[in-house]
């Protein structure tokens, strides 16, 4: 069936000598793979627009029985002012990009998640500059909720100030299993894991512990995911984040 449908670019790799296979998260079908049949070959810079954060809207050739689906018609969306040219925005869109793509499975319908997106790349976009640093830890923890496997911060007090990682749950001593996350951080996981965007913009972490944090529930995830899998793009976020 022909349908309109909006996309999220996530993937785009080069097929044969003209076409492409894109991987995209559709508002209404959850996550798709498309067969766009030479589009590399057609002038005028068409297949830039299936550049990975891309937002497009589609006439969409939809066969759930098919392995690939076909657009028929493709517009880009500019949604965005800043986040194409802003490298620091860049490179956390970039992130949330990777961590989608290994989370989302095919065909399943994530209508929530995907206007969560689409809403926080809206406020990535007009942010300021100095104000993104913690932007990636609202983004995990939004993915760790969608996943069902919220951290459980009302678990966390001065009689349970250990985080397990294992558990997902604050704990009265330090856990048996590494890794061990100690009082310290697992105050400020407690925080972020309770704190909305507001007011995690004005949440004080140094680069040390925010490279922590981000390594811990990365660990969680993959801990409790059993598709996860290592973060490329993170590297590049920390090097210009920091």
Same mark, same amino acid.
Request: hydrophobic content about 40%; proline content about 4%; overall charge neutral.
């Given at each position: 069936?022909?349908?309109?449908?909006?996309?999220?670019?996530?993937?785009?790799?080069?097929?044969?000598?003209?076409?492409?296979?894109?991987?995209?998260?559709?508002?209404?079908?959850?996550?798709?793979?498309?067969?766009?049949?030479?589009?590399?070959?057609?002038?005028?810079?068409?297949?830039?627009?299936?550049?990975?954060?891309?937002?497009?809207?589609?006439?969409?050739? #939809? $066969?759930?029985?098919?392995?690939?689906?076909? +657009?028929?018609? *493709?517009?880009?969306?500019? !949604?965005?002012?800043? /986040?194409?040219?802003?490298?620091?925005?860049?490179?956390?869109?970039?992130?949330?990009?990777?961590?989608?793509?290994?989370?989302?499975?095919?065909?399943?319908?994530?209508?929530?998640?995907?206007?969560?997106?689409?809403?926080?790349?809206?406020?990535?976009?007009?942010?300021?500059?100095?104000?993104?640093?913690?932007?990636?830890?609202?983004?995990?923890?939004?993915?760790?909720?969608?996943?069902?496997?919220?951290?459980?911060?009302?678990? #966390? $007090?001065?009689?349970?100030?250990?985080?397990? +990682?294992?558990? *997902?749950?604050?704990?009265? !001593?330090?856990?048996? /299993?590494?890794?061990?996350?100690?009082?310290?951080?697992?105050?400020?996981?407690?925080?972020?894991?309770?704190?909305?965007?507001?007011?995690?913009?004005?949440?004080?972490?140094?680069?040390?512990?925010?490279?922590?944090?981000?390594?811990?529930?990365?660990?969680?995830?993959?801990?409790?995911?059993?598709?996860?899998?290592?973060?490329?793009?993170?590297?590049?976020?920390?090097?210009?984040?920091?």
């Amino acid at each position: 069936m022909d349908i309109n449908s909006e996309l999220l670019i996530l993937k785009s790799i080069k097929y044969g000598e003209t076409s492409l296979i894109v991987h995209a998260f559709s508002e209404l079908f959850g996550k798709i793979a498309i067969m766009v049949k030479g589009v590399r070959k057609e002038k005028k810079g068409t297949a830039s627009i299936y550049h990975p954060g891309n937002y497009l809207l589609c006439q969409l050739n #939809y $066969n759930q029985q098919r392995n690939f689906q076909y +657009i028929k018609e *493709a517009k880009l969306q500019n !949604y965005f002012w800043e /986040i194409p040219t802003n490298i620091p925005k860049n490179c956390i869109l970039i992130f949330c990009i990777e961590v989608l793509y290994v989370i989302l499975q095919e065909a399943d319908v994530q209508e929530d998640l995907y206007f969560f997106m689409q809403d926080f790349f809206k406020n990535l976009d007009k942010e300021e500059n100095n104000k993104i640093a913690n932007y990636p830890f609202y983004f995990l923890m939004h993915i760790a909720q969608f996943l069902g496997y919220k951290i459980d911060s009302y678990s #966390y $007090n001065p009689l349970q100030p250990y985080f397990n +990682i294992h558990t *997902a749950s604050f704990e009265k !001593y330090p856990s048996s /299993i590494i890794p061990v996350i100690d009082r310290e951080n697992s105050a400020l996981l407690a925080k972020i894991a309770d704190s909305n965007l507001e007011e995690l913009k004005k949440l004080k972490i140094t680069s040390e512990e925010r490279r922590y944090l981000q390594d811990i529930i990365l660990d969680y995830l993959q801990i409790h995911v059993p598709y996860f899998r290592k973060i490329h793009s993170l590297d590049v976020l920390r090097a210009i984040l920091s």
